[in-house]
């Protein structure tokens, strides 16, 4: 690992020093980095790609290529992790904060609906688990410890 690089806020563009390079054929994932922090606050940004926002707190990120380390006090993650992560610091205000790890690679990019290819698309991979970050936590264990339903069936009626 080579030394510690800080900056003010860590993003895709910060570590990998630019864009994710051109796939290889066949090539169908790419891992890039690695981040992981401690979020306990949000602050509204505005880019080129619209508003968003900053994730406040202590972070770290791992270049893959060559394990770089930078630290920042702020932080934005491709989407949708960083609005999960945002979420999950606004509904727990005063709290101590929101814990993650995760990958963050690319993959090719897809044709959508009327629009053309992007050359990739982000893709971030959850490294620990987050129990006290997911509000669902409790409900869906609930949920899914009930029984199966049963399929109904109309009942007969009489004279038939």
Do not use: H
């Not at 505005?46 to 932080?75: H, Q, W």
């Not at 991979?125 to 509000?135: M, R």
């Amino acid at each position: 690992m080579s030394l510690r690089e800080i900056v003010r806020c860590i993003t895709p563009k910060s570590v990998l020093g630019g864009y994710p390079k051109p796939f290889e054929p066949g090539v169908t994932y790419v891992p890039l980095f690695r981040v992981f922090g401690n979020a306990n606050g949000v602050k509204p940004t505005k880019s080129a790609y619209g508003e968003s926002v900053k994730l406040v707190g202590k972070f770290e990120a791992v270049r893959i290529s060559d394990g770089e380390l930078t630290t920042a006090p702020m932080l934005i993650l491709p989407s949708p992790m960083n609005e999960v992560i945002a979420a999950a610091v606004t509904a727990n205000p005063g709290g101590g904060g929101v814990e993650f790890g995760f990958e963050v690679g690319v993959k090719p990019g897809t044709v959508r609906q009327g629009k053309a290819p992007s050359a990739y698309e982000w893709v971030t991979k959850n490294l620990i688990e987050q129990a006290d970050a997911d509000p669902l936590a409790a409900l869906r264990a609930t949920v899914l410890a009930l029984p199966a339903p049963e399929v109904e069936k109309a009942k007969a009626s009489k004279g038939q």
